[in-house]
């Protein structure tokens, strides 16, 4: 077994951002030089390959790897703009129920031989797609936005990590980062939405990254490139690449958008959770 690293994408509620992240998470390791594999959970509806402009090149599938109908490197989509970064797309035809524990055991074990960096894109809510996707993790970054009903749904899944995973079940605690999204100081001030410190506060999860409300993002999904890719410069581009050295546990403060200055103390607590 390879010293490869899984993380998870996670976050109870849908429209966080948790697809356009694991692909702005995933390219920027890549370019940091690792192995990478995307890998997209979200069966029935496959959004990544989209992100990643990778659409047009998907024949096989997750289902199809668990199934045995393909293996995994028939289904491994490589990406046309970084040789290191890897796709593996979820299936649009199947249903939730075609992913099995064992199945997805085996494939994350092979991922773990080819790769330095697994990172799984998990659907919304709390069912069987969603557990499955942070089951065989070794650490979880969850998404949440500055809103009072994200942040509960983010406390709920935080419950499950502690609980479903096999890290949790081996007597573990899995490591665990928060990501805020859709991040605009100015609603922040005029309490339209909540605080940094809020959030941080109401989840007790070291803080990895402030991802500002950004058309960047958008601009970048839509025409198939995650944005640490298509706009570098922008700051989205640079709060996803500040995230990607935390994670990879550089010590470093985290930028808050429209602040020069950055947090530290009790906002970043080191790797653990």
């Given amino acids: 077994m390879s010293k490869a690293t899984v993380v998870v994408v996670t976050s109870g509620k849908g429209g966080v951002g948790k697809t356009t992240s694991t692909a702005a998470i995933a390219s920027a390791l ?8 995307a890998v997209d959970f979200d069966v029935g509806l496959r959004n990544l390959d989209l992100i990643m402009g990778a659409e047009r090149r998907v024949v096989f599938d997750l289902v199809n790897v668990v199934r045995g109908e393909a293996s995994i490197k028939q289904a491994l989509v490589r990406d046309k703009k970084l040789n290191n970064l890897y796709l593996l797309p ?7 129920d075609a992913l099995t524990d064992e199945g997805v055991a085996s494939v994350i ?4 031989m080819y790769f330095d960096w697994i990172v799984c894109d998990s ?8 557990t499955l996707a942070m089951r065989y993790a070794d650490e979880a970054i969850i998404v949440s936005n500055p809103e009072v009903s994200s942040v509960r749904d983010c406390d709920r899944i935080i419950g499950l990590l502690d609980a479903k995973t096999v890290v949790a079940e081996e007597g573990g605690r899995m490591p665990k980062h928060l990501l805020i999204t859709r991040f605009d100081l100015e609603r922040a001030k005029t ?8 959030v941080v506060e109401i989840l007790s999860v070291p803080l990895i990254g402030v991802v500002p409300e950004s058309r960047d993002v958008l601009k970048a999904s839509n025409v198939g490139m995650p944005v640490t890719v298509s706009d570098e410069a922008s700051p989205a581009s640079k709060a996803y690449v500040e ?24 906002l970043f607590k080191g790797r653990a959770a």
Avoid: H
């Fill in 109 to 112: 074990n092979e991922l773990r």
């Fill in 30 to 37: 890549a370019k940091e030089g690792y192995k990478v594999c």
């Fill in 123 to 130: 659907p919304a809510g709390i069912e069987r797609g969603a």
């Fill in 243 to 266: 995230a990607v050295r935390r994670l990879l546990g550089e010590e470093i403060p985290v930028t808050i958008p429209s602040e020069k200055k950055g947090l530290f103390g009790k």
């Fill in 90 to 96: 979820a299936s649009q035809t199947r249903d939730k």
């Fill in 191 to 198: 309490g339209d939405m909540l605080s940094v410190d809020d």
